[in-house]
Nanobody
């Protein structure tokens, strides 16, 4: 069974940068899309960014547009989230997710497989 494993989280000062990675253990077929979601303490999980595996179209939440960049490496079965100009409000557990069927890419309910998550803490 495919597993998703995130890495790259940590503690960073406001204004700094971090890069998160998500690796799939193996692939029998390519997903339709992959995405990053985040959940801060006491808040609901929210969409951050998504990328369609074929074609590479990207989608971003307004709160991260212009600061975060999502990318994927088809050959390595990995996905990354480059986060720049980090703010305290970006503090959350970030999880990668895989969507196997066509449809909206911003809704968590449409994703089929999730990683365990990695903590990102931005100090102000």
């Amino acid at each position: 069974q495919v597993q998703l494993v995130e890495s790259g989280g940590g503690l960073v000062q406001a204004g700094g940068s971090l890069t998160l990675s998500c690796a799939a253990s193996f692939r029998a077929f390519n997903p339709y899309a992959m995405a990053w979601f985040r959940q801060a303490p006491g808040k609901e999980r929210e969409f951050v960014a998504a990328i369609k595996w074929s074609g590479g179209s990207t989608y971003y939440a307004d709160s991260v547009k212009g600061r975060f960049t999502i990318s994927r490496d088809n050959a390595k079965n990995t996905m990354a989230l480059q986060m720049n100009s980090l703010k305290a409000e970006d503090t959350a557990v970030y999880s990668c997710a895989e969507k196997r069927r066509t449809g909206p890419v911003t809704a968590a309910a449409h994703y089929d497989l999730w990683g365990q998550g990695t903590q990102v803490t931005v100090s102000s």
